[in-house]
């Protein structure tokens, strides 16, 4: 089987999707208190630099999902498969997927009738993406899609009427607020089918401390990570943050489970952004992202709530980290 490379183009031009960053941003700023969208985070510096976030010694997430891609890999294919029909296995979110590889290359070697169809906002991880699996993978069949997760799953999901397996790892679905969840994990329901497939990672409460160090590391990455976020403002939209007057600040609430990172004005300032002069007081904070946390009972609620019911769970061996394999419920 040849290597069958589409790469989805764009909707729209270069400017539409600078109004899109633009406009998000400058509703993000006008509102109190302030916040930016996490998605804008993933420039080519931003990659780079999670890239490096994933190295950390501190940042156990990758390490503990890799765990399960690595080691689990057999209980993951049996999870997904379904009397070795094919199936469209769609990554939200893929990255270079250097975890969902070693699932790839299971299922390639044991004759798997699939398309992997990556999804994800960055152009340039996309190509990473591609040039890697051409590499490792030869034989494998890949469409890659750039763009939000549910414009590209709805055309995903057109592209063919084979059974949707959907991949959203990495614990990315804590880069939600608990409502958030709910409500796209029930759009997510709204376009699946009875016998599509779901299988989500969910970072699991554990020791406070372990927690906090992964998204604050001393080394300085993880901040320098949120900074680059007003360095692109800068670049792409004729900002003039001072980037040394802005300073990363990171909390975890136990309790909600909710991880928190912000960036904290150092002294009163404005800032123009395309023209717009922006205010900001000594010690005003910016919302960056929520990074959630769950426990098992989380996981219940949450996939019952959107329509699902859990068909299996995979833990690492730590049991810090848990995917988890959703089935599509109350469809015909």
């Excluded at 029909?85 to 997927?97: N, T």
């Excluded at 051409?134 to 995903?156: R, S």
């Excluded at 299988?199 to 927690?211: A, E, S, V």
């Amino acid at each position: 089987m040849n290597l069958q490379l589409t790469k989805e183009p764009k909707k729209g031009s270069e400017k539409n999707n600078s109004d899109h960053f633009l406009n998000d941003v400058l509703t993000g700023l006008q509102n109190s208190p302030k916040h930016l969208s996490s998605k804008y985070f993933y420039d080519k510096t931003g990659d780079e630099l999670f890239q490096k976030i994933m190295q950390l010694p501190e940042y156990y997430l990758t390490r503990c999902e890799l765990d399960i891609f690595q080691n689990k890999t057999a209980e993951l294919a049996k999870a997904i498969r379904s009397n070795d029909e094919p199936f469209d296995l769609i990554e939200l979110g893929a990255g270079d997927a250097m975890k969902s590889t070693y699932l790839l290359k299971y299922l390639s070697e044991k004759g798997t009738d699939f398309t992997y169809m990556p999804i994800d906002i960055s152009g340039n991880i996309l190509s990473i993406l591609e040039n890697n699996l051409k590499k490792q993978l030869p034989d494998i069949n890949i469409t890659t899609l750039e763009g939000e997760y549910f414009q590209m799953l709805k055309k995903a999901m057109k592209l063919s009427s084979r059974r949707k397996v959907i991949l959203f790892l990495g614990g990315n679905i804590g880069n939600m607020t608990r409502k958030e969840a709910e409500k796209f994990c029930m759009s997510l329901h709204q376009l699946l089918n009875r016998e599509d497939i779901v299988l989500i990672g969910f970072d699991l409460k554990k020791n406070p401390f372990t927690i906090l160090n992964a998204y604050s590391d001393k080394s300085g990455i993880t901040a320098e990570f949120n900074l680059n976020l007003l360095s692109r403002i800068n670049r792409e939209l004729d900002g003039n943050f001072d980037i040394e007057q802005f300073e990363h600040y990171e909390s975890y609430d136990p309790i909600t489970g909710a991880c928190r990172s912000f960036l904290i004005s150092l002294k009163n300032q404005q800032v123009k952004i395309a023209g717009e002069i922006i205010d900001f007081s000594e010690n005003e904070v910016i919302d960056m992202e929520v990074s959630q946390k769950f426990s098992k009972p989380d996981i219940q609620y949450l996939a019952e709530k959107s329509g699902f019911s859990i068909a299996g769970e995979i833990s690492d061996s730590k049991d810090w980290f848990v995917d988890s394999v959703w089935k599509v419920n109350n469809k015909k």
